[in-house]
C-alpha cells in the first residue's frame, strides 16, 4: 500500500520560524515546562533550509544552537564513552551537550532519517527523556529539534522509529515563493536571482526531470548562485555560466542566464530612480518589467543617508507612475513587506506620507484593494 501523507501540516518558513520562537520563549518563560513542550521533527526534500532556520530562530533570539549531524556520528557521541576504572566503567559524556544548567538553546538532531538504527537508537533517550541514564540531564532551558529528508525525496532516508516518532510534532516544510522572496530581500541575495524566480516560480524548487545526482534548482542553490554571482563579479561570462549550472543545473541554468541579460537594466533603474531627468523608460515584456520591479524595490531602501533614500523614494514613485497598475502595485507591496511578509510600518510611513502617494493611489489604488481582498 503506498504511504500518503498528510499536509495539512505543510508550513513555509515563516510559520517554522514562528512556531519554534514561541516554543524556545514558552520554555524561557516556564523552564519546569521543557519535557511538556513538544519537540519538532521537520519533514521536507534537501535545500529548503531546513536547519539554516532553525540556526536562524536561534540567532534571532540570542541563544545558543547545537548542530548534531547524526549521520556523521557514532553511537558513543550521543551516549558517551566507556571508560574502564579501578571502581567498574565510567561514561564520558560528549562535551557537545550543554552544561550550565542556567543556559538556553536549541538542539538539532539533523539528518535523522539518514542515520542509522544504532545512531537513532542512541538519540531516543536523549530526545524522550532529555536525559542520558544518570550522567547527563539536558538544561530545562534547551528546546530539542530534529529534521530530515522523506524517502520519495531520492536524498538517503530510512524510515524512523514509531516510538521515537510519536514523541515529535511533525511538519513538512514546502517551497514558497513568497515566504523565499520575503527572506531574500532582506538578505542581500540580487535583483536578478529575485526577479527570475518571481517571473519563473516553478523554478525555486524543482526535482522532476532533473538529474539529483548533480546540481538543480532550489532554495538553498539560487542562495549560492547569489553568492558566487558576488564573487565573480564582471569575470569571464563562460565561467559564470558553468557556475551557475553547476548549482542549479542545465535546465534552469538556462533560463536564468537568459533572463540575467536583462540585469544590464538594473544600472539604469537606479540611474532613472535617482537622476529625475533621466527619461523613464518602461518596455513591453514581462519578463523585463518583473525585472524592473525588483530592482526597484532592492535599490529603494539601500539609500546611505536619508538625503538619499529620499532621492530613492522619489524615484520610485516617478517610476511607479509609468507602470501598469498589477506592476506599480507589485512594487508598492514589495516595498513595504519586511520580514515574515508582514508589512514593515516604518517604511509604510515613509511612502504613504510621501507627497506623491495621493497620486499613485489615484492611478493604482483600485488595483490595490483588489489585491488586499485577496
Given at each position: 500500500m503506498e504511504e500518503v501523507i498528510d499536509m495539512h501540516n505543510r508550513v513555509n518558513g515563516f510559520e517554522l520560524k514562528h512556531l519554534v520562537s514561541r516554543n524556545v520563549e514558552a520554555i524561557a518563560e516556564h523552564p519546569e515546562t521543557a519535557g511538556l513542550i513538544p519537540p519538532i521533527m521537520v519533514w521536507g526534500a534537501p535545500g529548503l533550509g531546513k536547519s539554516s532556520i532553525l540556526r536562524q530562530v536561534a540567532k534571532d533570539l540570542g541563544v545558543g544552537f547545537i548542530d548534531v549531524r547524526l549521520a556523521q556520528r557514532e553511537p558513543v557521541d550521543i551516549r558517551g564513552l566507556p571508560v574502564?576504572?579501578?571502581?567498574?566503567?565510567?561514561?564520558?559524556?560528549?562535551?557537545?551537550?550543554?552544561?550550565?544548567?542556567?543556559?538556553?538553546?536549541?538542539?538539532?538532531?539533523?539528518?535523522?532519517?539518514?542515520?542509522?538504527?544504532?545512531?537513532?537508537?542512541?538519540?531516543?533517550e536523549f530526545i524522550l527523556d532529555r536525559r542520558l541514564g544518570e550522567l547527563y540531564t539536558v538544561p530545562n532551558g534547551w528546546y530539542i529539534c530534529a529534521a530530515g529528508n522523506r524517502t520519495e525525496d531520492r536524498a538517503v532516508a530510512t524510515t524512523i522509529s514509531s516510538a521515537l516518532a510519536n514523541r515529535f510534532m511533525h511538519l513538512e516544510l514546502g517551497e514558497d515563493v513568497e515566504s523565499w522572496l520575503s527572506w531574500a530581500r532582506s538578505h542581500e541575495i540580487r535583483p536578478e536571482v529575485m526577479a527570475f524566480i518571481r517571473f519563473s516560480p516553478q523554478t525555486l524548487f524543482r526535482q522532476k526531470n532533473e538529474n539529483l545526482e548533480r546540481g538543480w534548482?532550489?532554495?538553498?542553490?539560487?542562495?549560492?548562485?547569489?553568492?558566487?554571482?558576488?564573487?565573480?563579479?564582471?569575470?569571464?561570462?563562460?565561467?559564470?555560466?558553468?557556475?551557475?549550472?553547476?548549482?542549479?543545473?542545465?535546465?534552469?541554468?538556462?533560463?536564468?542566464?537568459?533572463?540575467?541579460?536583462?540585469?544590464?537594466?538594473?544600472?539604469?533603474?537606479?540611474?532613472?530612480?535617482?537622476?529625475?531627468?533621466?527619461?523613464?523608460?518602461?518596455?513591453?515584456?514581462?519578463?523585463?518589467?518583473?525585472?524592473?520591479?525588483?530592482?526597484?524595490?532592492?535599490?529603494?531602501?539601500?539609500?546611505?543617508?536619508?538625503?538619499?533614500?529620499?532621492?530613492?523614494?522619489?524615484?520610485?514613485?516617478?517610476?511607479?507612475?509609468?507602470?501598469?497598475?498589477?506592476?506599480?502595485?507589485?512594487?508598492?507591496?514589495?516595498?513595504?513587506?519586511?520580514?515574515?511578509?508582514?508589512?514593515?510600518?516604518?517604511?509604510?510611513?515613509?511612502?504613504?506620507?510621501?507627497?506623491?502617494?495621493?497620486?499613485?493611489?489615484?492611478?493604482?489604488?483600485?488595483?490595490?484593494?483588489?489585491?488586499?481582498?485577496?
Amino acid at each position: 500500500m503506498e504511504e500518503v501523507i498528510d499536509m495539512h501540516n505543510r508550513v513555509n518558513g515563516f510559520e517554522l520560524k514562528h512556531l519554534v520562537s514561541r516554543n524556545v520563549e514558552a520554555i524561557a518563560e516556564h523552564p519546569e515546562t521543557a519535557g511538556l513542550i513538544p519537540p519538532i521533527m521537520v519533514w521536507g526534500a534537501p535545500g529548503l533550509g531546513k536547519s539554516s532556520i532553525l540556526r536562524q530562530v536561534a540567532k534571532d533570539l540570542g541563544v545558543g544552537f547545537i548542530d548534531v549531524r547524526l549521520a556523521q556520528r557514532e553511537p558513543v557521541d550521543i551516549r558517551g564513552l566507556p571508560v574502564p576504572g579501578e571502581d567498574g566503567v565510567k561514561w564520558l559524556v560528549s562535551s557537545d551537550w550543554p552544561r550550565d544548567m542556567n543556559s538556553r538553546g536549541i538542539i538539532l538532531f539533523d539528518e535523522i532519517t539518514a542515520a542509522d538504527r544504532s545512531l537513532q537508537v542512541a538519540a531516543y533517550e536523549f530526545i524522550l527523556d532529555r536525559r542520558l541514564g544518570e550522567l547527563y540531564t539536558v538544561p530545562n532551558g534547551w528546546y530539542i529539534c530534529a529534521a530530515g529528508n522523506r524517502t520519495e525525496d531520492r536524498a538517503v532516508a530510512t524510515t524512523i522509529s514509531s516510538a521515537l516518532a510519536n514523541r515529535f510534532m511533525h511538519l513538512e516544510l514546502g517551497e514558497d515563493v513568497e515566504s523565499w522572496l520575503s527572506w531574500a530581500r532582506s538578505h542581500e541575495i540580487r535583483p536578478e536571482v529575485m526577479a527570475f524566480i518571481r517571473f519563473s516560480p516553478q523554478t525555486l524548487f524543482r526535482q522532476k526531470n532533473e538529474n539529483l545526482e548533480r546540481g538543480w534548482p532550489s532554495p538553498r542553490a539560487w542562495e549560492r548562485v547569489s553568492r558566487m554571482l558576488d564573487i565573480l563579479k564582471d569575470d569571464d561570462e563562460s565561467l559564470i555560466r558553468k557556475t551557475v549550472y553547476g548549482l542549479v543545473g542545465n535546465r534552469a541554468g538556462v533560463e536564468f542566464m537568459e533572463f540575467r541579460k536583462l540585469s544590464a537594466s538594473f544600472g539604469d533603474v537606479r540611474m532613472m530612480m535617482t537622476n529625475p531627468k533621466a527619461p523613464v523608460v518602461i518596455p513591453e515584456r514581462a519578463d523585463t518589467r518583473y525585472a524592473i520591479v525588483t530592482a526597484m524595490t532592492y535599490f529603494l531602501w539601500r539609500g546611505r543617508d536619508k538625503s538619499e533614500e529620499a532621492t530613492l523614494i522619489d524615484g520610485f514613485y516617478r517610476l511607479c507612475m509609468k507602470l501598469p497598475s498589477d506592476f506599480a502595485t507589485m512594487a508598492m507591496m514589495d516595498a513595504i513587506i519586511g520580514e515574515a511578509q508582514k508589512p514593515d510600518k516604518l517604511k509604510m510611513e515613509k511612502l504613504f506620507q510621501h507627497k506623491s502617494f495621493k497620486e499613485w493611489s489615484a492611478k493604482h489604488g483600485k488595483e490595490l484593494r483588489k489585491r488586499i481582498k485577496l
